[in-house]
């Protein structure tokens, strides 16, 4: 199982992103976005499982997780960006059984994890 994240840069306040996950090897329900800034820990950004979306509460109303389920293939649309999203963006995929009774938003339910894609947002 990969997943291979792109679509990653640099760019100022209140621009837009498109990321983009390939997921090859298997095929998951269960897919996410999660994000780390240096310094910090890792935390959750966006869900999606079988169409339905869960957001972070810093990111409502400004990203949009999709998937295309013919490419295996989830994106991550980023508008209004800020200096705190600047983070590197991880895609995650896991089983949507929940083994160890978290949620969308616990890492520790996602089994396979791309490499990031770094987002820099400046002032």
């Known amino acids: 199982v990969e997943l291979v994240e792109s679509g990653g840069g640099s760019v100022q306040t209140g621009e837009s992103l498109r990321l983009t996950c390939i997921l090859s090897?298997?095929?998951?329900?269960?897919m996410a976005w999660f994000r780390q800034a240096q310094g910090k820990r890792r935390e959750a950004v966006a869900g999606i499982y079988l169409g339905a979306q869960n957001y972070a509460d810093s990111v409502k109303g400004r990203f949009t997780i999709s998937r295309d389920n013919g490419k295996n293939t989830i994106y991550l649309e980023m508008n209004s960006l800020k200096p705190e999203d600047t983070a590197m963006y991880y895609c995650a995929a896991g089983p949507d059984n929940f083994r160890y009774g978290g949620s969308w938003s616990s890492s520790y339910e996602y089994l396979h994890w791309g490499q990031g894609t770094q987002v820099t947002v400046s002032s």
């Open positions: 090897g298997y095929t998951y329900n269960n």
